[in-house]
């Protein structure tokens, strides 16, 4: 099984390292390669500072995650974190599942795409940008669970894990913050999330095989 990419420059070079398509010609990157490298110049020349996290390059500033670059078989994406505080008056952001809470991404499906939505994009960056700076987050909103920041920040990053994250029981969810709660460090826990990816998506609890 390939690794997860720990450099941005391997992601346009190879993709993800998610899956058994990495570095082929198969890999979804291949496909939006054009459209893709767009977004980064984008993302560079608004002051962004590119990083690989969860096997994507993602954008930062202030120390905070802004967005980030995806590629599908059928699309590719920019999705913003904290993207419920994003006013969206081009009305341009989409969910990304039936169980994410806000509309998070602006979605392609043409490589000349963001090109043409190129001032679009800069002031929604620049908004989250702004954010940033000024230390405002979202309001956090009631829940049973107390999700840990780095499952929160995965689940933020990666859509098919936060959908069937959010179909698990809630005793399976629960699992999930224990197994991370003894963890002493982050990259600890983030080593966890990851290995964990796998039974989440199955529909798994921590402990069940």
């Known amino acids: 099984m390939p690794t997860m990419i720990t450099s941005p ?44 996290k969860w096997g994507h390059p993602t954008y930062m500033h202030a120390g905070r995650n802004i967005a980030l670059i995806g590629a599908f078989r059928g699309d590719f994406r ?40 190129e001032p679009v994009i800069r002031a929604y960056l620049a908004e989250a940008m702004i954010y940033a700076e000024q230390g405002i987050l979202p309001p956090k909103e009631p829940s049973e669970i107390d999700l840990p920041v780095e499952l929160l920040d995965a689940l933020d990053a990666d859509p098919d894990l936060a959908e069937a994250f959010a179909a698990l029981t809630p005793g ?29 998506l199955a529909g798994k609890g921590a402990s069940e095989r």
Do not use: H
């Not at 993800?16 to 993302?43: N, Q, V």
């Not at 993207?83 to 602006?106: F, H, M, S, W």
């Not at 999930?176 to 080593?191: M, Q």
């Open 78 to 117: 920019l999705s913003f974190l904290n993207a419920a505080l994003l006013k969206d008056p081009e009305g341009v952001l989409e969910r990304q599942g039936p169980n994410t809470r806000y509309a998070d991404c602006i979605r392609f499906t043409d490589d000349t795409a963001p090109a043409a939505m």
């Open 9 to 52: 420059e391997d992601y346009f070079a190879k993709g993800c390292g998610r899956c058994e398509r990495f570095a082929t010609p198969d890999c979804s990157t291949r496909k939006w390669l054009s459209g893709l490298l767009t977004l980064r110049r984008i993302a560079w020349e608004v002051g962004l500072t590119e990083k690989a």
């Open 172 to 200: 399976r969810q629960k699992s999930y913050v224990i197994l991370l709660s003894d963890a002493k460090t982050a990259a600890t826990r983030l080593s966890r999330i990851e290995k964990a990816r796998p039974k989440i």
